[in-house]
């Protein structure tokens, strides 16, 4: 079955510095999202990205972040200055339909420690 | 205010055991309903989805049931196994948007041997 792919799976930074963790969605698909999971809390949708442009961002998704897809299969996702607030699990996920119609392939994740 | 809420937050099963997990939501208009499983340290995989029209969908082991009148969704697992120990996530959307996929908190299933 084909997969959503992200790098790298554990990221560890100090506070202020920035990051980007990557995902290779699956290859026919269109329609490209990121999700956050706070320890032992809810999954939250942050932003989604379609036709090399931003579709929707949620509150959480402010200045500090940006995405990117900057070569056509990869699909990035920076934290300029992180804060300790940002430690969490960051999912990508894509799928061929808006709103991720049939189905909506999640990521491994990357877990996000800002020390 | 679009929310999903999940019973029971952890369950305990033992091995060969059926158990039903339920999802209650508020989320309007309602599109879909998903269930998915997620693997300590790892991303969702979908189960099941449902629209409005359907009451029951099988995924294996995994029965789904939808009540779109009360708003309300189970899952039931049957004849449980231990890699069956996850959490299970009901997932609504409100028509097709990103930013109204509404997650639940999970219900975090323990099969014990």
């Known amino acids: 079955e084909p997969e959503v792919t992200q790098t790298p799976s554990h990221q560890v930074t100090q506070m202020g510095q920035e990051v980007i963790l990557r995902c290779v969605p699956i290859s026919n698909h269109l329609y490209f999202y990121w999700y956050r999971q706070i320890l032992g809390q809810k999954v939250e949708f942050l932003v989604s990205?379609?036709?090399?442009?931003?579709s929707e961002k949620s509150e959480i998704f402010d200045d500090q972040f940006s995405v990117e897809r900057p070569d056509g299969s990869n699909f990035t996702l920076k934290i300029r200055s992180t804060k300790l607030e940002d430690s969490a699990m960051y999912f990508c996920?894509?799928?061929?339909?808006w709103g991720g119609g049939e189905k909506l392939f999640f990521g491994s994740g990357t877990q996000l420690s800002v020390l | 205010k679009n929310q999903v809420e999940q019973s029971p937050q952890s369950l305990i099963i033992l091995e060969g055991k059926n158990c039903t997990l339920q999802?209650?939501?508020?989320?309007?208009?309602?599109?879909?309903l998903r269930w998915y499983k997620q693997d300590t340290g790892r991303g969702p995989v979908s189960l099941t989805i449902?629209?409005?029209?359907?009451n029951t969908k099988s995924n294996g082991r995994y029965t789904a049931t939808l009540d779109a009148d009360t708003k309300q969704s189970s899952l039931h697992i049957t004849a449980s196994q231990l890699s069956d120990s996850a959490s299970y996530i009901c997932v609504v959307i409100s028509y097709s948007s990103a930013s109204k996929i509404i997650f639940g908190s999970g219900t975090r299933l323990s099969i014990r041997p």
């Open positions: 996920a894509s799928s061929e339909a």
């Open positions: 990205f379609y036709n090399n442009e931003i």
């Open positions: 449902m629209t409005f029209s359907e």
């Open positions: 999802c209650n939501y508020t989320v309007s208009p309602f599109s879909n």
